[in-house]
């Protein structure tokens, strides 16, 4: 029987990842000394035969190469520790399925589920079924809200996102030194998400003190949570919004200055707008347009100089905190978490394990490849390569 890992923020072996192969276990950083770790124990028995337990996947959607690298990273990780038995579920983002997909795996009689939500406040129902016949939830990236059953959470730090994106604007445009004044415009995500409303209220936790002293001026006045998201994060929609907020408060001559933007497949769809009406021109250069995720075609934009930043939230870590949470909930052990107090889902304080974020722009982005998070020898950066040698 393979000894499983016992605590994931004690040390780790680095593994070498290639684009499909196995993956790389990063270096995950230690708790804060006044970051509180969780004394309390899991699953009141273990399972029987742990090695032989159905582990379930309940993940959101095929189209966002992110959901494929945490699913792919974590089934690696706990294949090492010697688990065999899965069921993945992909749901394209339609809630309903999601809930179908998880009754089937309930059926199956799953002992752990791993559910990235299509929304989060749409699975109270269906998981207490789960918990009628003692699976295990574990909310992945997404938080799980309004129902007590929920084991544990992996999330990056989502406020920190948030905070980095704002920080790079105000760094680039010299708002800290007293410049400006410039024009801002504001994307949110999607207000089924639990995660949209810390990356938009880590961003501004900086930005709206220097739209109340004026330094930044959001032209369209549309600073609202509810009326800056993207529901699904979807690009197309984030494009549209851009192309009406570029016609109705920029035909005049105003420039956008820069865009916050929480994740990079809306950068996409800002930064094709921005394009369409002659931005990204030496006469007209694109504005700072942020992002999340560091996914390969926001790499190649900013390596093009295109999308100026995005947040790396380092998948390997999170899908090694959710393997090292699935068998601390198989084997009946403590589980590994570090923080108790971020989380609440409106019904209970969710148990968390939490991992930092990195923000990546033109001065950094090699670090992806040093790290082995991505390999340069792959096709998908023979347009790029000379930049990374």
């Not at 309004?146 to 992996?154: C, G, L, Q, S």
């Not at 694109?286 to 790499?299: H, K, N, S, Y």
């Not at 601390?328 to 889902?345: C, F, R, S, V």
Request: charged share 20%.
């Amino acid at each position: 029987m393979k000894k499983f890992l016992t605590f994931l923020l004690i040390g780790g072996i680095v593994l070498s990842l290639a684009a499909c192969a196995t993956p790389a276990e990063p270096a995950v950083s230690e708790p804060a000394a006044d970051e509180p770790v969780a004394e309390e124990a899991a699953a009141e028995e273990p399972v029987e035969d742990p090695y032989s337990a159905l582990i379930g996947f309940a993940m959101p959607t095929h189209s966002d190469e992110s959901w494929l690298k945490h699913k792919s990273y974590m089934q690696g990780y706990l294949e090492e520790m010697g688990y065999t038995n899965f069921d993945e579920q992909w749901a394209e983002d339609v809630v309903a399925d999601q809930v179908n997909q998880i009754e089937n795996m309930i059926t199956k009689g799953v002992n752990v589920l791993v559910v990235a939500a299509v929304d989060g406040n749409s699975l109270g129902d269906v998981l207490a079924k789960a918990a009628a016949q003692g699976t295990k939830v574990i909310a992945y990236d997404r938080l799980i809200m309004n129902t007590e059953h929920v084991d544990a959470y992996v999330a990056g730090d989502n406020f920190g996102v948030g905070v980095k994106e704002a920080d790079y604007i105000i760094e680039k445009l010299g708002l800290a030194d007293g410049k400006g004044p410039f024009n801002v415009e504001i994307f949110a995500g999607s207000m089924d998400d639990n995660n949209s409303f810390f990356f938009f209220d880590g961003a501004m936790s900086l930005l709206q003190p220097y739209i109340d002293n004026g330094q930044i001026v959001v032209q369209s006045g549309q600073t609202a949570v509810e009326k800056v998201a993207i529901q699904q994060w979807d690009a197309a929609v984030a494009q549209a919004r851009m192309d009406n907020l570029l016609t109705a408060y920029y035909a005049d001559g105003e420039l956008v200055d820069a865009v916050l933007s929480p994740y990079d497949g809306l950068s996409i769809g800002i930064i094709s707008s921005l394009k369409n009406v002659g931005y990204g021109t030496a006469d007209q250069p694109l504005p700072i347009v942020t992002g999340q995720d560091a996914e390969v075609a926001t790499v190649i934009s900013i390596i093009n100089g295109e999308q100026a930043q995005t947040v790396w939230k380092d998948f390997r870590e999170s899908a090694k905190g959710g393997a090292a949470l699935v068998d601390a909930l198989i084997q009946g052990t403590e589980l590994p978490i570090n923080d108790t107090e971020t989380y609440h889902n409106g019904v209970k304080q969710i148990p968390s394990f939490l991992y930092p974020v990195k923000s990546v722009d033109a001065s950094n982005y090699m670090e992806l490849f040093d790290t082995g998070f991505y390999n340069k020898d792959d096709d998908m950066w023979a347009d790029v390569v000379d930049s990374l040698n």
